[in-house]
Nanobody, 124 residues
Framework: QVQLVETGGGLVQAGGSLRLSCAAS????????MGWFRQAPGKEREFVAA????????YYPDSVKGRFTISRDNAKNTVYLQMDSLKPEDTAVYYC?????????????????WGQGTQVTVSS
């Protein structure tokens, strides 16, 4: 089972940027599609971004499109989430997740491994 560790969360003012990293402890990282989800207090965990095993397919919801960028470095077993133009409504715990699926990467149920989460707080 792949282990995932997120880093890079913190407190930032609205309009600022943060870069999250997720390191995977597996020899087969390049076989996994990777995703980022977030969960705000009292809300469901929601999809933020996903990237296919090769990086050739990337998905975002409209709420973050144009502001967030997902990328991966298979040589470093790491996936990143660059977050720009942050808004207070982006405040949440952000989770990294791994999936063997090649389809429906916006769905939580496709992911079999999750990190512990990292807090992102955007002040107004």
């Amino acid at each position: 089972q792949v282990q995932l560790v997120e880093t890079g969360g913190g407190l930032v003012q609205a309009g600022g940027s943060l870069r999250l990293s997720c390191a995977a402890s597996t020899l087969t990282f390049s076989s996994y599609s990777m995703g980022w989800f977030r969960q705000a207090p009292g809300k469901e965990r929601e999809f933020v971004a996903a990237i296919s095993w090769s990086g050739g397919r990337i998905y975002y919801p409209d709420s973050v499109k144009g502001r967030f960028t997902i990328s991966r470095d298979n040589a470093k077993n790491t996936v990143y989430l660059q977050m720009d133009s942050l808004k207070p409504e982006d405040t949440a715990v952000y989770y990294c997740a791994a999936s063997y699926s090649r389809m429906n990467l916006v769905e939580r149920k496709q992911y079999t491994a999750w990190g512990q989460g990292t807090q992102v707080t955007v002040s107004s």
